[in-house]
C-alpha cells in the first residue's frame, strides 16, 4: 500500500506570495495533521482535520490555513509568505482520532522562502 | 506545558558500539511517548511506543526504550550500532490536546563511524 504522499516535493517562492501544499492519507485514514519543522529543530504541530473539520490548531498566525476533501486529502495554504516560513512542510494521516492511532508521516516538502 | 528535551544535539559513535539517546519529559500525567527516526530527505519513521504498561519497550531495527517515572525519562537504546542507523532521532510525546498534537524534541543528530 501507498503511504502518505505529498507534493511538491520541493519549492521556493518569494516573500509575500501565497504557496498550496497538498497531502494524500493513507488509504482509509481519516485524519491528516501538518507539522513544520523548520531546520534544526524538531516538527511543530500547525494542523489536524478529521473528517473534514478542524480538530485542533498550534500556535501559527492566521496566514496559515487548511482543509479536507471528502476523499480525505488535505491541503495547507500559507499567505504572505515570510523568509521565517522556510521549513520541511511535514504530513501525517491516522485512522482516526484515538490516542493510540499511529501517525505515518509523508515524506514532507521543503519550502524556501527567498 | 507539555516540553520534550533531548540534550545531545549530536552524538558520534563507531560501528558496532552501543548507543543510549536520552529524553526528558515534561507533562502532568504519564504520557504516550515516542522514538521517531528522520533519514536525509525522508518522512518520520516511528521507532517504538510506550503506551503504558511493561516499562521497557522493543522496537524496530533493534531499538529499545525504558521509561522512567521517577526521572521523567525515556531514552532510547541499541546494543549495536550499524552504519545506516545515521540518522536524526525525535522523542515526541503525544498525542494532546483536542488536535491530538505531538510534542517532539529538537532531535539528535546521530553520526557512526567505521
Known amino acids: 500500500d501507498a503511504g502518505v504522499t505529498q507534493s511538491p516535493t520541493h519549492l521556493i517562492k518569494t516573500r509575500g506570495q501565497h504557496v498550496t501544499l497538498r497531502c494524500s492519507p493513507i488509504?482509509?485514514?481519516?485524519?491528516v495533521s501538518w507539522y513544520q519543522q523548520v531546520l534544526g529543530q524538531g516538527p511543530q504541530f500547525i494542523f489536524q482535520?478529521?473528517?473534514?473539520?478542524?480538530?485542533g490548531r498550534g500556535n501559527f498566525p492566521d496566514r496559515f490555513s487548511a482543509r479536507q476533501f471528502p476523499n480525505y486529502s488535505s491541503e495547507l495554504n500559507v499567505n504572505a509568505l515570510l523568509l521565517g516560513d522556510s521549513a520541511l512542510y511535514l504530513c501525517?494521516?491516522?485512522?482516526?482520532?484515538?490516542?493510540?492511532?499511529?501517525?505515518?508521516f509523508g515524506p514532507g516538502t521543503r519550502l524556501t522562502v527567498t | 506545558a507539555q516540553s520534550v528535551t533531548q540534550p545531545d544535539i549530536h552524538i558520534t559513535v563507531s560501528e558496532g558500539a552501543s548507543l543510549e539517546l536520552r529524553c526528558n519529559y515534561s507533562y502532568g500525567a504519564t504520557p504516550y511517548l515516542f522514538w521517531y527516526v528522520q533519514s536525509p530527505g525522508q518522512g518520520l519513521q516511528l521507532l517504538l511506543k510506550y503506551f503504558s504498561g511493561d516499562t521497557l519497550v522493543q522496537g524496530i531495527k533493534g531499538f529499545e526504550a525504558e521509561f522512567k517515572r521517577s526521572q521523567s525519562s525515556f531514552n532510547l537504546r541499541k546494543p549495536s550500532v550499524h552504519w545506516s542507523d545515521a540518522a536524526e532521532y525525535f522523542c515526541a510525546v503525544g498525542p494532546l490536546g483536542t488536535g491530538n498534537q505531538f510534542y517532539f524534541g529538537t532531535g539528535t543528530s546521530l553520526t557512526v563511524i567505521p
Open positions: 482535520y478529521y473528517e473534514k473539520e478542524e480538530r
Open positions: 501525517a494521516s491516522s485512522l482516526g482520532t484515538g490516542k493510540r492511532d499511529e501517525q505515518y
Open positions: 488509504s482509509g485514514h481519516k485524519s
